[in-house]
C-alpha cells in the first residue's frame, strides 16, 4: 500500500482547522481526517485533540489486539469504540475547562486497512471513496441536515451545494456525552484507492469529478491535485485529502 495526505487553508478561511492523522500499525495502516468546528480557535483545539487521543487509543488496543492473533470485524469495532470514546471525553472535557471553547467539536473519518479490508468508522460530513478506474463509491454517509434532507426527496444534491443549511451537522464528536459512530466494511482489490476527505473538497467538486482526477492522477499528487482543484473554485473552506492505493 502507498499512502499520501495533504492539507490547505483554502482561500478564505483565517486558519485551517483540518487535521490528518497517517500512520503503520500492526501491518495496516490508519488513515483519518478531523474537521473541527466551533469558533476561531475552538475548531482547531477540538480537530488536534481529538486526532491525538483517537490515534493513540488505536494504536496502543491495536498493538494489545495483534499478540492475539488475525482481529475479527469486532475487533476492530471495538477498537474504534475505545478510539472514539476517549476523544469525544476529550473534547468535551477541554471545552468544560475552557468556557469560549463550549460547543466545540469536530468531524471524524477513520480508515484502518488490514490486508484486503478497509475497516471504516466516521461521525459528521467528512467522507470516505472508493476509486477505481473512473469510478467513484461513497462510503459514508453525511451526518449533516442536508443529507436527510436529499434521503427524504425534499432537496437535490445541487441544491444542498447552494443550501446556508449545509454545514449544519446532525452528529459529531466532542458535543453530547456519547459519540455514536458509523462503521463499515469494504473489500479491496490490487489498484484500488481509498481517498478520505473534508467538506472542503467535496462540497465543490463531484464523486464524478473526483473519480475523474483520480484516474488521471499519480497516487502520490492526487491530494495536492485535489486541493488545487477545490482552490480553483473558490477554496471556500479548508481542504484535506489522504490517498491510499492497494
Known sequence: ?????????????????????????EGGILAAVFDGMGGVAGGRIAAELAAAEFTASFSTHCAELA??????????????SHAVYRANAAVLERAV????????????????????????????????????????????????????LIARGEMTEEEAKNSRERHLLTR??????Y?????????????DRL????????????????ASLSADTSISLLPK?????????????NVTVVAVEI
Open 67 to 80: 499478540k492475539g492473533g488475525a482481529p475479527t470485524d469486532t475487533d476492530i469495532h471495538r477498537l474504534y
Open 172 to 177: 459529531a464528536l466532542g458535543v453530547a456525552p
Open 97 to 148: 475547562l475552557t468556557p469560549e471553547w463550549q460547543g466545540m467539536g469536530t468531524t471524524v473519518c477513520a480508515a484502518y486497512l488490514l490486508g484486503d479490508v478497509a475497516y471504516i468508522a466516521h461521525i459528521g460530513d467528512s467522507r470516505a471513496y472508493l476509486l477505481y478506474g473512473d469510478e467513484a463509491a461513497r462510503l459514508t454517509h453525511d451526518d449533516s441536515l442536508v443529507a436527510e
Open 225 to 237: 491535485r485535489c486541493i488545487e482543484e477545490a482552490c480553483k473554485r473558490g477554496g471556500s473552506d
Open 1 to 25: 500500500m502507498r499512502a499520501y495526505a495533504d492539507s490547505h487553508i483554502g482561500l478564505v478561511r483565517e486558519e485551517n482547522q483540518d487535521v490528518f492523522r497517517l500512520m503503520e500499525l
Open 179 to 191: 459519540a455514536e459512530f458509523h462503521f463499515t466494511t469494504q473489500r479491496l482489490e490490487t489498484g
Open 195 to 210: 481517498l478520505l476527505s473534508t467538506d472542503g473538497l467535496h462540497a465543490l467538486l463531484s464523486d464524478r469529478e473526483i
